[in-house]
């Protein structure tokens, strides 16, 4: 699985290309073949996956219980707006406006890789979504991984 780290400003073209940066094609597993599927994000940003990865993702998405109501809403809206990208012979991605719209990417885009995925922000939304970080970023750290590790709230392990 892939295991992507970095922060990248880049911009879109006139026509919703985004020129991929080398350092980000340099961490694609060779088996993703340059092969994607971007998606609507959480917190209106795209998301886009190497196509090996989706194949992990969507099958844990298509074991849910789909005789219970919440999880076949989970699964449509996850679903929406999923769409199969590679690159072109100048290793540009079409971005789908559908998806641009959505998300309200204009030109300028941060792109955050973590993890096996490439979350895609219009960078004006990036910016203020951690405007807050320095307190919140701490606060939100020890909800979060105070407990990590089997320890207890104190932080002794148990």
Not at 22 to 30: E, N, T
Not at 61 to 70: D, G
Not at 90 to 109: I, M, S
């Amino acid at each position: 699985m892939t295991n992507f780290i970095g922060e990248f400003e880049c911009k879109l073209d006139a026509k919703g290309r985004l020129m991929l940066p080398s350092s980000l094609r340099k961490q694609l597993d060779p088996a993703a073949q340059e092969s994607f599927v971007m998606n609507r994000g959480f917190e209106k940003c795209l998301v886009l996956y190497p196509k090996n990865d989706w194949k992990y993702i969507s099958e844990e998405v298509n074991k849910l219980n789909q005789y219970v109501k919440k999880n076949r809403d989970f699964t449509r809206y996850f679903y929406r707006g999923a769409t199969e990208l590679g690159l072109d012979g100048t290793g540009r991605l079409l971005f789908p406006k559908r998806l641009l719209e959505y998300a309200g990417v204009k030109k300028e885009v941060v792109l955050f890789a973590h993890g096996n995925k490439i979350e895609i922000w219009d960078k004006e939304a990036y910016d203020n979504l951690l405007n807050d970080e320095p307190d919140e970023f701490a606060n939100l750290a020890e909800e979060v991984m105070g407990n990590a590790n089997n320890k207890e709230e104190d932080g002794r392990v148990s």
